[in-house]
């Protein structure tokens, strides 16, 4: 059974924070790894991808990834109120086409 | 397409009833995904189609559920009998081949009274 964890929030952080979002996996064969942003009603949006151990920075967004604890992490600095939503972790082995989520995170940044 | 679409965008139907729902991926792109997403939950994976052939259909809950693409661009998830547990929304998602690089339709919201 493949699984993928989240902390389901919601998860409050004051404009201008880091917001630190969590995920771990079950199968060690999992090879990427994928951020997705989920606004109410809406589908689900790539954000982020990352594929080796370390970190990966885009912008405002960091994704940490260590296989080895089977864990991966998005940091959001300096916060705005239009991040507000849900992240949803993906993995995926490489040698099939599916793609295996999270229940997904709520993030609510206050104003 | 601009992106891709999906019909209906909101679907209710009588518990036995059957339903199609319909996907149409961006332009050209190989690679389409059927996702289930119940609420609160993370989408699960459905069904795969590379062009016309479904290579992989381990996600289908049930008998009950069908998909296909004939022609290798307009996909139709079909359900059958519904039951209440099929209430959800249905992500439908295309990819050029990666599906790391895959964009999601709207969905379709499932209620099945």
New interface residues.
């Given amino acids: 059974q493949k699984e ?1 964890e989240q902390n ?1 929030g919601p998860l409050s952080v004051p404009e201008g924070a880091i917001a630190s979002l969590n995920c771990t996996y079950s199968d060690r064969g999992s090879q ?1 790894f ?1 951020w997705y942003r989920q606004y109410s009603g ?5 954000i982020m ?1 990352i594929y080796s151990n370390g970190d990966k920075e885009d912008g405002r967004f960091t994704a940490q990834l260590n296989k080895a604890s089977q864990y991966v992490s998005l940091l959001i600095r300096d916060s705005q109120p239009s991040d507000s939503a849900t992240y ?1 972790c ?1 993995v ?1 082995e490489n040698t ?9 995170t709520s993030l609510t940044v206050i104003p | 397409g601009a992106g891709v679409s999906q019909s209906p965008r909101y679907k209710v139907a009588k518990r036995g009833q059957d339903v199609a729902l319909r996907c149409d991926p961006i332009s050209g792109h190989v690679s389409l995904f059927w996702y289930q997403q119940a609420l609160g939950q993370g989408p699960e994976f459905l069904t795969y189609f590379q062009n016309e052939a479904q290579l992989d259909k381990s996600g289908l809950p049930s008998d009950r559920f069908f998909a296909e693409r004939p022609e290798g661009s307009v996909s139709t998830l079909k359900i059958q009998r519904t039951q209440q547990e099929d209430s959800a929304v249905y992500l439908c998602a295309s990819s050029l081949y990666d599906p790391a690089e895959a964009f999601f339709g709207q969905g379709t919201r499932l209620t099945v009274v």
């Fill in positions: 993928v389901s990427s994928f809406k589908s689900p949006e790539l991808s949803l993906a995926n099939g086409n599916q793609f295996y989520f999270g229940t997904g």
